[in-house]
């Protein structure tokens, strides 16, 4: 007879584990979205452009924010890069016109008299 | 015995006889050649004028081809934007002139009815033109020059964009690309300056002065190269700095 009742409170026991340790596990995961959830809606650290809008006197404005990584952006380099290209090709032909310039010619000068 | 003497003999003499054709053979075709090089005043006989005017066209039209070529150069440049509309002017209108004085003589030429006339246009050919130990290489290189000069001020044209590249560049990079830009500035003044004197020389390399005094045109016509070839490598110096910058910022950026 005791031992009926000892294996009974066991095996209530274990009925407990098996549950609470799922709603343990449900309750953690849900805790870690709903925090990430503020972060993305409470400072502009993420590298997913956020745009905040605001109202109330007739006028809205929208900031849009993105990480630029180191130096930021560079529009006049984007412009030299074109410039040294076409540099590049222009090199080429002034090479091109330096051995044409340096072709000797004055061995078809010579005046054969017929 | 006899007859192995005379055998002998007979032999001998045809040996001689081939060596001796062969000989003639080949002095025959070396003397009239060595004699054609030597002695060009035999292409054509005393009073043979018609033969002079032939010679005279095959010389003017070498002329005029070789013009023709220079200006397809000028012009393929002038379209591609490496040379303004004043110095194509000026190279097709040296080239122009050219080719019509040739034309004009060529005429001429064509219309002579006597050897002594026909040769002294013949001799105009080169007195009066010299295209091809004045000409060519004055007008080539001055092309050459007119690109340099046009790619020179592109290049002083963007030492504005330059800086700005730089001063937007992380502050890591920028000591060595200001090191570089300053070489850069250094080597298109030197360029300028050399295209500078080599233009000063153009007005001096004429056929006349050729003419006159064949040395010192030579000891003229060697400073202008001289200087378009200096000019040329500072240029190329400059557009590698700043290749060098371009690389240095991209690879910050």
Redesign the interface.
Known sequence: MGVQISGRRSLGRRATVMVAIPALVLAIALGGCRASGARNGGNGNSNVPVTQSTSGSGSSSTATTSNSGGGGSNAALQQLESVDSQNQTDQQQLGSAGSAASVDYSSQDNSIQP | MFSSILSRARRSVRAATVAGGLGLLIVSVIIPLSGFAAA??N??AANDYK??I???DLAIG?RQA?LATLNA?VTT?FK?G?ITSSDNATLTGDIATNESGLSALKVKLDADTDATTA?AD??TI?TKF????VV??RD??E??LD??IH?DNQ?QG?ET??Q??I????ASVQAQANQLFSDYKTQVTNSLAQTAAAQQIIPQLTPSAFNSDPAAYKTTLTTY?TD??TA?QD??TA?SD??Q??QL??S??
């Not at chain 2, 001063?167 to 992380?170: H, V």
């Open positions: 060009p005043s292409l054509c033969c002079v032939h010679y005279g070498v070789a150069h440049q591609a490496r040769r013949f001799r080169y010299r295209i091809f130990i060519l290489p080539y290189h092309l050459w690109m340099i790619k290049l963007n964009l330059i700005d590249a001063n937007g560049a992380p190269r378009i070839r040329a240029t190329k557009i700043l290749h910058i371009v910022l991209k910050a950026s």
